[in-house]
């Protein structure tokens, strides 16, 4: 069966702290897997994406994330949070004909 | 270049009347996905449509939900005879295929009252 756990509902960071959303699949096939970042009353856009070319995948916005297959992990960080940062985020893994979406993390940048 | 777009942005309307939510997917994508996000709620796969083939409608939750896509372009959901339930965002996404990055909407925000 095909599963993606975002580990934290909500994420509390202090401005120009680095930021850890944190996120486990589980598939039988070798899937693509994304973050999206959901601004309030806006539709997702895409942060970055893995489609097995590299391990570590740069984003928009200095996100990264690491595709670790033996932890089946797809964790995003950033160096330095920014106030803008503050949004909901999704992982995302779609193996074949499925889309399937994280429950999301709530990132909150304090001042 | 144009991203989605999805019209109505607000939809208020009384239980029990039928509503049509439009998507106009990026120019070329053959994938077009609908997600229903209830308030702090992750997004609740609908319909799929790929190309021609038949679409995926394993999400919809009950036979007063149905979508159409025609000429390949421009989606239509429709819901009647609409529950309070229903109140939510409804996202569309369209994408180049299975697999690749999905480009969405800002959402019709729908309440029934």
């Known amino acids: 069966a095909q599963s993606v756990t975002q580990l934290d509902s909500h994420v509390s960071v202090s401005e120009g702290t680095p930021v850890l959303l944190r996120c486990n699949y589980s598939s039988s096939y070798s899937p693509s897997l994304f973050w999206y970042v959901q601004h309030p009353n806006k539709g997702l856009q895409l942060l970055l994406k893995?489609?097995?070319?590299?391990?570590l995948v740069k984003g928009i916005n200095g996100f990264e994330a690491e595709f670790k297959k033996s932890e089946t992990s797809f964790h995003l960080t950033k160096p330095s949070a920014h106030m803008s940062d503050a949004a909901e985020y999704f992982c995302?893994?779609?193996?074949?004909?499925?889309?399937?979406f994280g429950a999301g993390t709530r990132l909150f940048v304090k001042a | 270049g144009a991203g989605v777009s999805q019209s109505p942005s607000n939809k208020v309307t009384e239980k029990g009347k039928d509503v049509e939510l439009r998507c106009d997917p990026i120019?070329?994508?053959?994938?077009l996905y609908w997600y229903r996000q209830s308030l702090g709620q992750g997004l609740e796969f609908l319909i799929y449509?790929?190309?021609?083939?038949?679409?995926?409608k394993s999400g919809l939750p009950s036979d007063r939900f149905s979508a159409e896509r025609t000429g390949g372009s421009v989606s239509t959901l429709t819901i009647q005879r609409t529950q309070q339930e229903d109140s939510a965002v409804y996202l569309c996404?369209?994408?180049?295929?299975?697999?690749?990055?999905?480009?969405f909407g800002d959402g019709t925000r729908l309440s029934i009252l």
């Open positions: 996404a369209s994408s180049s295929g299975h697999g690749k990055p999905q480009h």
């Open positions: 120019s070329g994508h053959t994938a």
């Open positions: 995302v893994v779609t193996p074949p004909f499925k889309t399937i």
């Open positions: 893995y489609t097995s070319a590299a391990t």
């Open positions: 449509f790929q190309g021609n083939s038949a679409p995926d």
